[in-house]
């Protein structure tokens, strides 16, 4: 059994800054790929960013380019987003999820947690 807890979102006014962390626990395995998704109200759930886990090699999707930053701490089983410059737009549910394995899907996922940004 995997675990995710995402934790860091909150209330922030628009060109703020908010850190949020993903801790997982559970099997004892590496990910191949952890990853960050966003769900606005009514909208579909989004791709935000991904790391390789062993490797290193991040992904951004084009929206967040140059303002968010993944990281993550392989001793510690943690993964960051660091969101900077944010915009209204960006006021979605963050989820952190694991794809276990390379040409796998992103088979676990956290409970999510709330990012608004005001005007």
């Known amino acids: 059994q995997v675990r995710l807890v995402e934790s860091g979102g909150g209330l922030v006014q628009a060109g703020g800054s908010l850190k949020l962390s993903c801790a997982y626990s559970g099997r004892t395995f590496t990910p191949y790929r952890m990853g960050w998704f966003r769900q606005a109200p009514r909208q579909e759930r989004e791709f935000v960013s991904d790391i390789i886990w062993s490797g290193g090699a991040s992904y951004y999707a084009d929206s967040v380019k140059g303002r968010f930053t993944i990281s993550r701490d392989n001793a510690k089983n943690m993964l960051y987003l660091q969101l900077n410059s944010l915009k209204p737009e960006d006021t979605a549910v963050y989820y952190c999820?694991?794809?276990?394995?390379?040409?796998?899907?992103?088979?676990?996922w956290g409970q999510g947690t709330q990012v608004t940004v005001s005007s």
């Open positions: 999820a694991i794809m276990p394995a390379l040409g796998g899907d992103y088979d676990y």
